[in-house]
């Protein structure tokens, strides 16, 4: 059986494309009508067009293994469906996107300078003060537009009602774009018939985006300064995108042992033609690995004098050091109050409601309701260390008891959502599955934002686990222009 | 260019040479085998010796059989110069630079190490051995067309053309040097005269090479213009003159390129000048040594000039001499990618 949308089910459940059994939204109609023509064998084919695709151009993550002394590479899970915002939708995310970073950025400045935010009690010292990723070394410093997060990559849902959530803001070195990039460029090979019809907003842009903001900061002059890529090398998982952004933007891909820093303060970077100054690091390496001078002596990824040359000004790094410092889940709970602050405006996009257990108050209802709630440490990601209430047990739910009254400061919880669906490929049909969506921002002379963005999908039933180191898939996201329809 | 990713070109380019040139060899003594009557023994061993990897073999398998010699030299993973490890290496020197490499070029070689490995663990029987080993001979000349046709032509393509010449007039000696030596030689040779030739041939072919004998030389194959062809001839590709040449060109157009430059062209006028053709086989062997040694001072001196750096702006380079590899017969396999 070919695909049937009135067998779709989305009761009690908020579709990306579909409204009701057999109904699709406006912007999905035309692709779900081309879906419901395809026969069993031209789905197949198509599946295995986009698997063959993905591994010849060779899109992989890396998972890290036990079993196999590291890591492996994996071919990138990919669901042909794509899943489709109207453009009008999308708009509004973007200007709410790009509000939230502006104020984040004015946050972490003031942070490294005055802290009026907390002279002035909107955000209380003591999280300042325990955070694991404010860096004192960097007070002072004031990197070119006042932007310490370049990059940014927010994580986006939507619950059950239809509303769309910021989950979280990662600020230090936030990955996936090049999968948002791979995935379209696997969905032009498979559907081309698709982007004739339909009016989709491209995406390929980012790179030159990217790099045209990393420029933007080089401390000297000049038409084309040295941008650079820093990978901690093969074995990280994010290495695929390392190569594929320096590709993109035609900067070298650099390991810390090809740059060094000369007395005079600059970074060179060691080539055939002899050593060449760099202007502006992409970093894809995290602070305390960065420069064993400043940081943490024993890591041999970094480069040696970094920071002091990033400090003199003579080298550009995004995403700067200690941005980290407003990436943290606890630092989050506070973004509407920063939005206000600093712009005086309200947040276009909410929160997610959560409750912070430094609070007693939030703490006691955490601890008393543990077993509907989602609590996340501060600093983790990936999905790493969380404890999800419905699914969890009670010997968990004791154990994170134990964890959150000795160090409230570490843990928040926010209530279970029921992550919106999106049509997703299982065998020969079609079944609802969770998603989310990271877009990502570039700040440096102005702000950009991506159409779209990565949408990651919970390709197990039920599950709203989408990171694809615990076995989530992707799809491609289309912004859609209803009005060219 | 970063020195690294020169590094990393430069062993791709050696890497994927080595791979086709196994796979030719593997290929014409399976072709020799059937030109060969029954009673002319046909030695599958000297195939480990051209490789230079006789330990690695001992350590793996007993007799030199041609199904152990085959699966050896082809899928054998603890043998760091087989086709398949060869084509590995390959591919993550490749992996590990996709930032300079055309997109198609990466695929081709992803694509290549995933067939090969498909096809090639299994297929080794003689019925499929030659059709599969064809098969990974034109994807590398495939990926070379690709490369040349859509890389950049800046230093990192040179150093690519580099470490496939330097390999294949590497690989040109060592084929001379034991097909020269002690193919047929275990018998009385009068005996086997007569077959003298059918060997001379098939060594032509392991290079691909009988067309262009032919052509040039314009005499029936014999050993003296054989030899002369194979060690002199400017214009074929796969000449010891010709790959050493093309090196030439190559540094000439690198910067920093003294030190390397004064010996290619010294390399260069030593085979014009040579007399390789008067000499016996046992000074034949010896001439072959010296060739080797030259290449690895040559592939030393790259490395110094361009790899390995030093630590400060403005700082002298520390004089330190490439250490002179000892070991002429081993086909250096170099660790890629190394875990920092």
């Keep these: 059986m070919t695909i049937n949308w009135r067998n779709y089910s989305v009761k009690g459940l908020h579709d990306e494309l579909i409204r009701a059994a057999g109904k699709p939204r406006d912007a999905a109609a035309s692709l779900c009508t081309y879906l419901r023509g395809l026969s069993d064998q031209e789905l197949i084919d198509h599946k295995a067009a986009a698997e063959l695709a993905i591994r010849t151009m060779g899109i992989t993550f890396t998972v890290y293994s036990e079993e196999e002394g590291g890591s492996i590479d994996r071919a990138w899970p990919f669901d042909i469906i794509p899943r489709i915002i109207a453009k009008q939708e999308w708009d509004r995310v973007e200007q709410g996107l790009k509000q939230r970073v502006q104020a984040l950025n004015l946050f972490i400045d003031d942070l490294y300078h005055d802290q009026r935010i907390i002279k002035d009690g909107i955000v209380p010292a003591e999280l300042i003060n325990n955070s694991r990723d404010f860096r004192p070394q960097c007070v002072g410093v004031s990197p070119p537009f006042g932007v310490w997060a370049h990059i940014c990559g927010s994580d986006l849902v939507r619950d059950k009602d239809g509303t769309v959530y910021v989950l979280e803001d990662n600020l230090r070195v936030p990955s996936g774009v090049s999968y948002m990039l791979e995935n379209r460029q696997v969905m032009k090979r498979v559907f081309p018939e698709l982007f004739e019809d339909y009016s989709i907003e491209p995406v390929d842009d980012y790179p030159s985006q990217l790099y045209e903001m990393l420029a933007s900061l080089s401390p000297r002059k000049g038409d084309r300064p040295e941008v650079v890529v820093l990978t901690p090398g093969i074995y990280n998982s994010a290495y695929f995108e390392h190569a594929y952004l320096a590709q993109q933007m035609g900067a070298e891909l650099v390991e810390g042992s090809d740059l060094l820093v000369g007395d005079d303060h600059c970074v060179y970077m060691r080539s055939v033609e002899g050593l060449v100054r760099v202007d502006v690091i992409y970093r894809r390496i995290d602070d305390l690995f960065m420069d064993p001078e400043a940081f943490r002596p024993d890591s041999m990824l970094g480069v040696p004098g970094l920071l002091r040359a990033w400090k003199k000004g003579k080298v550009a790094l995004a995403n700067a050091p200690g941005s980290g410092v407003a990436d943290d889940k606890v630092i989050y709970t506070y973004v509407p109050e920063i939005i206000r602050y600093y712009l005086d405006q309200d947040p276009i996009l909410p929160n997610v409601p959560s409750y912070l257990c430094v609070n007693k108050q939030d703490r006691d209802h955490v601890l008393a309701h543990l077993d509907k709630l989602v609590v996340k440490p501060a600093n983790e990601s990936g999905g790493y260390g969380m404890l999800v209430g419905p699914q969890s047990t009670r010997a968990e739910r004791e154990e994170f008891a134990k964890l959150i009254k000795k160090n409230p400061r570490n843990y928040m919880a926010q209530p279970m959502l029921t992550l919106s669906t999106a049509p997703t490929l299982v065998d020969d049909h079609a079944e609802p599955r969770h998603l989310d969506l990271r877009p990502f921002i570039l700040s440096g002379k102005s702000t950009y934002v991506t159409t779209g963005g990565l949408t990651r999908v919970a390709l197990r039933k039920g599950s709203t686990v989408v990171n694809s180191s615990q076995g989530g898939g992707s799809k491609d996201t289309w912004i859609v222009d209803e009005a060219g329809l | ?340």
């Design chain 2, 1 to 340: 260019m970063l020195s690294r990713v020169a590094e990393r070109i430069y062993w791709l380019g050696r890497y994927l040479e080595r791979a086709e040139n196994t796979a030719r060899l593997v290929n014409v003594n399976t072709h020799l085998m059937l030109d060969l009557p029954r009673r002319v023994p046909l030695g599958w061993y000297p195939l480990i010796e051209i490789t230079g990897s006789d330990e690695e073999f001992q350590e793996t398998y007993s007799e030199p059989t041609e199904r152990n010699v085959v699966r050896f030299l082809v899928a054998e993973p603890k043998n760091p110069a087989s086709l398949l490890s060869s084509l590995q290496h390959a591919r993550e020197n490749a992996r590990t630079i996709r930032d300079v490499i055309p997109r198609e070029g990466w695929e081709r070689i992803n694509a290549l190490c995933l067939s090969a490995k498909a096809e090639l663990s299994s297929g080794l029987a003689r019925s499929r051995r030659y059709d599969n080993l064809v098969g990974v001979i034109s994807s590398t000349q495939q990926i070379t067309g690709l490369l040349a046709g859509t890389m950049l032509h800046d230093f990192g393509y040179e150093f690519l053309r580099i470490g496939r010449n330097l390999e294949r007039a590497d690989m040109t000696t060592r084929i001379v040097d034991v097909r020269t030596g002690n193919l047929l030689n275990e018998e009385p040779a009068a005996e086997f005269a007569p077959f003298e030739n059918i060997q001379w041939m098939s060594l032509l072919q392991s290079l691909s090479a009988y067309q262009a004998y032919r052509q040039q030389m314009q005499v029936p194959v014999r050993r003296r213009e054989v030899l002369e062809f194979l060690f002199k001839d400017p214009q074929f590709p796969r000449a010891f003159l010709h790959s050493v040449g093309e090196v030439a060109g190559s540094i000439r157009n690198l910067p920093r390129n003294a030190v390397p430059l004064e010996s290619v062209t010294a390399l260069v006028s030593r085979v014009e000048k040579s007399r390789v053709t008067r000499l016996d086989n046992a000074g034949l062997h010896r001439y072959v040594d010296r060739l080797q040694l030259a290449l690895g001072r040559l592939h030393a001196q790259i490395t110094e000039t361009y790899f390995v750096m030093s630590d400060l702006p403005r700082a002298k380079r520390a004089g330190q001499r490439a250490k002179r590899s000892a070991s002429r017969k081993k086909a250096v396999p170099r660790p890629v990618a190394s875990a920092d």
